[in-house]
């Protein structure tokens, strides 16, 4: 219990490190009014400006407020079209859950798979195979194996869309592109998790018992090899965040990802910022989750918890 | 194991020529000395200046495809040799990559040392900018400090540099309370020599092999990340180019010039494609407990 609030308050911690970095550095950078308004502008109506963004205050006011909006999900207004930059956010994300789902399940399950055959088929082809695809799917960027994609599919053979995500049959290009680094990357840990698994004396007795194969290996290795695979996935979880920024701009997923990079280059700090923020708590999130379901599963480390 | 079946060792098994040295890893190694000698001699290599246009000759094919003789991989949109471009990106591509890689190896490792020789408040300062690093993707760090402090070309490079330095910082902090633990710098101390001769002359030779291997590891990271970038528009920009950014301009051409965005891809891919297998091969080597694999 000790340890879960100890975790909880570093992340916690963490959030606010970042907000506050992204406060400073945001003041750091200049008046935000001058990138809005241009140089041409007079001065009633950078005044105007100025006050309607609270940029007229005391900095530590500021500053106050600011963690206050944030504290209540109100990070600001976008500077180039005066919506909530939350609502931006509500908008995109039903996107970039979609298709980051789509592409984490086909990674995990096509990673988990390769890797199990070519555990079980080690240094014969099919594992060299394999692990040359795995080598292939995290050197590939993937902003250039979404080009490919879009270039043999969707440009010479014409047999899927390439940009937008309105059915499910526009999701499989980007899902693939985004899914390939996952698959390579699963493979090769699961290879090398269920080599050491696969060696095991328990795996040994099961087989001396009698155990056929398939039983042997879904049902008493892979659950001891996937303990490790929790580690991965949750180290894997800012890759995924990061990959989808490009996935989403090279196949016109109008997604968070695009947002930011839209953002960015129209430099509409309040957007830029609330994601910022926004992904942090997810990842702060997702890490303690990912420590949770370690304690779900490992009856050891249940075991161990229980004592503290 | 006290089973009575075959264990293949690695230690029996016959050494042939082949396993020293895999066909993949020559090639990984022919290609990364490509890289090295555009990277070194690119204004050699180069048949035309990467930016002067010829609007008479825009997207001509490679010479391969059917194009004029002259251009080898073709012309792009405003009619400037893709091949001198190319070797241009490499350069630039490679030069920011290794700036940014030693720029965050040189923070990384002093601020390592830092928290290591101070420890308490010091160390944990460090050591909590270092967890608030990792627990975000860098690509959206960076894209934040780009939207804030814009795009120079200076800035960039110091962006890329900024990329890794937590690893740098965490392993040479480890390595070095792990040494100084140890006799031969204990000794030193005790013969009266001060604490940064200690750290120069005994600690640092000792962790250099681990900090290069780390090195190894962030350099083809780092070429992805600037590459991303400048594909989105906001790294390398005109009149610079960068394979990122190269790919990211012809993708506007896909249909009617594919060459533009495919061939700086490739070099992409065959790059960090080749780092890593050289790189999974040293580990192999060097880490003992991973010979039977």
């Known amino acids: ?308 | 194991m006290g089973i009575g079946w075959p264990i293949r060792r690695a230690d029996d098994a016959p050494v042939r020529a082949e396993a020293r040295y895999p066909v993949l890893v020559l090639v990984a190694l022919a290609i990364l000395a490509v890289i090295v000698a555009i990277f070194l001699f690119a204004d050699w290599l180069a048949p035309y200046d990467y930016r002067a246009q010829s609007l008479l000759k825009r997207l001509k094919p490679p010479s391969f495809l059917g194009g004029p003789p002259e251009h080898l991989f073709g012309t792009d949109e405003l009619g400037r040799d893709v091949l001198s471009r190319l070797i241009y990106a490499i350069r630039f591509s490679v030069l920011v990559a290794l700036g940014g890689t030693l720029i965050g190896a040189l923070i990384g490792t002093a601020l390592g040392f830092l928290a290591a020789h101070f420890r308490g408040m010091v160390e944990e300062v460090i050591m909590m900018m270092a967890d608030v690093q990792a627990s975000l993707p860098f690509m959206v760090i960076a894209l934040a400090m780009i939207a804030m402090f814009g795009g120079g070309f200076m800035l960039f490079v110091a962006l890329m540099g900024f990329y890794g330095w937590e690893v740098f910082a965490r392993l040479t902090r480890g390595v070095v309370i792990a040494a100084n633990t140890q006799g031969y710098a204990t000794a030193v101390v005790a013969l009266g020599a001060p604490a940064r001769h200690v750290y120069w002359r005994h600690v640092l030779p000792n962790i250099l092999s681990v900090l290069i291997v780390q090195f190894t590891l962030n350099f083809p990271q780092v070429i992805l990340l600037e590459t991303s970038l400048s594909f989105l528009g906001l790294g390398i920009r005109p009149p610079l180019t960068s394979l990122g950014q190269m790919l990211g301009a012809g993708r506007a051409y896909l249909t009617t010039a594919w060459w533009i965005a495919v061939l700086p891809g490739t070099a992409i891919f065959l790059t960090t494609m080749s780092i890593s297998i050289l790189g999974d091969w040293l580990r192999d080597r060097l880490d003992p407990t991973l010979q039977s694999r």
């Not at chain 1, 430099?267 to 379901?293: E, K, P, W, Y």
């Open chain 1, 1 to 308: 219990m000790r340890r879960i609030l100890t975790k909880l308050g570093r992340g916690v911690l963490t959030v606010w490190l970042i907000v506050t970095f992204t406060f400073v550095a945001l003041n750091l950078s200049g008046d935000s009014i001058d990138a809005l308004v241009g140089d041409q502008a007079s001065p009633e109506v950078i005044a105007h400006y100025r006050e309607k963004f609270g940029l007229d205050r005391p900095l530590w006011q500021q500053y106050l407020s600011y963690l206050a909006g944030i504290a209540q999900g109100d990070f600001g207004l976008s500077l180039s079209d005066q919506r909530p930059a939350v609502e931006l956010i509500a908008g995109a994300l039903p996107h970039t859950l979609r298709l980051g789902l789509t592409a984490f399940v086909v990674g995990l399950l096509l990673g988990v798979s390769l890797g199990i055959v070519a555990a079980l088929n080690r240094n014969k082809a099919v594992d060299r195979l394999v692990m040359s695809f795995a080598v292939l799917g995290f050197s590939l960027p993937n902003f250039f194996l979404g080009i490919l994609l879009i270039l043999l599919f969707a440009l010479h053979w014409r047999l899927l869309p390439s940009s937008g995500d309105a059915t499910a049959w526009h999701l499989i290009l980007p899902a693939v592109t985004l899914g390939t680094h996952f698959a390579g990357t699963f493979a090769r840990f699961t290879r090398s998790t269920m080599l050491d698994v696969l060696n095991k004396q328990y795996v040994v007795a099961a087989r001396a018992k009698g155990v056929p194969r398939p039983r042997r290996v879904l049902w008493h290795a892979l659950p001891n090899a996937s303990i490790p695979l929790i580690t991965i996935v949750g180290l894997k979880l800012g890759d995924l965040v990061a990959g989808s920024i490009i996935v989403e701009t090279v196949f016109a997923v109008p997604g968070v990802g695009r947002l930011l990079v839209n953002a960015v280059t129209s430099r509409d700090f309040a957007l830029v910022q609330a994601i910022l923020i926004m992904v942090s708590i997810t990842m702060v999130g997702a890490n303690l989750a990912v420590d949770a379901v370690y304690v779900l599963i490992d009856p050891r480390m249940r075991a161990r918890a229980a004592e503290r």
